[in-house]
């Protein structure tokens, strides 16, 4: 099965600094990589998704941007934070076929 | 669009009661609906999707297209069920993107 990398576990930046969060894939290829948002009472929300490298699709304008330099590398970046974009990251990742995604454990992104 | 709603955030039962979860959704095709999970400090991971028609953990759920539901059940509910639970949809036109409702925090109190 496939196992999802996500780091930093914990982070605290201060409004207008960059972002880069990382995520991983192992024990598969070519997955579908996903990014969503995580909000109590919101539940989780898709920001980004991509099918193949260099493939990246947007469910929602935001400040964020996704990349995808590698088959099983997918980046979650801001140029300059919000107090907004505070909240709880998960990277995610499924073959098109078996359509179950397997999450990553999650970041915790507190905009100060 | 698709949505996925799930009209409680919190569900406190007994140990032993029974417990149903509710998710409905509004979507014209023919969706495929999923359960997935969330217990204290782990993964998100799915439990169970309705085209396998399984019981995992004693969970079952069955897609009513008529009422857009698909609802998570379980006749004796157990401490160790207490997680967040989210219901899921994905179109089928769209492969495996899914749509999550807002969740429900499960408490099972002994």
């Known amino acids: 099965s496939q196992t999802i990398h996500q780091w930093p576990a914990t982070l605290v930046q201060p409004v207008g600094s960059p972002l880069s969060l990382e995520c991983t894939v192992e024990?598969?290829?070519?997955?579908?990589l996903y990014w969503y948002r995580q909000a109590a009472g919101r539940g989780l929300q898709l920001l980004f998704y991509?099918?193949?490298?260099?493939?990246i699709s947007s469910e929602v304008p935001q400040n964020l941007s996704a990349s995808r330099p590698q088959d099983r590398q997918f980046i979650l970046s801001s140029k300059k934070l919000l107090l907004s974009d505070s909240g709880f990251y998960l990277c995610?990742?499924?073959?098109?076929?078996?359509?179950?995604?397997?999450f990553g454990p999650g970041t915790r992104l507190t905009v100060l | 669009a698709q949505r996925v709603t799930q009209p409680e955030k919190l569900l406190s039962v007994f140990k032993g009661a029974p417990v149903e979860l509710k998710c409905n959704y509004s979507?014209?095709?023919?969706?495929?609906l999923f359960w997935y999970v969330q217990y204290s400090r782990q993964r998100l991971q799915l439990l169970l999707r309705?085209?396998s028609r399984e019981s995992i953990k004693g969970f079952t759920a069955d897609l009513n297209k008529g009422e857009t539901s698909f609802h998570l059940k379980k006749p004796f509910a157990q401490e160790e069920d207490s997680a967040m639970y989210y219901c899921?949809?994905?179109?089928?036109?769209?492969?495996?993107?899914?749509?999550f409702g807002e969740g429900t925090q499960l408490t099972v109190n002994p």
């Open positions: 995610a990742a499924d073959k098109s076929s078996y359509n179950e995604q397997f």
């Open positions: 024990g598969t290829s070519n997955p579908n």
């Open positions: 991509s099918v193949g490298i260099g493939q």
């Open positions: 979507y014209s095709g023919s969706p495929e």
């Open positions: 309705h085209i």
């Open positions: 899921a949809l994905s179109k089928e036109t769209s492969g495996s993107r899914l749509t």
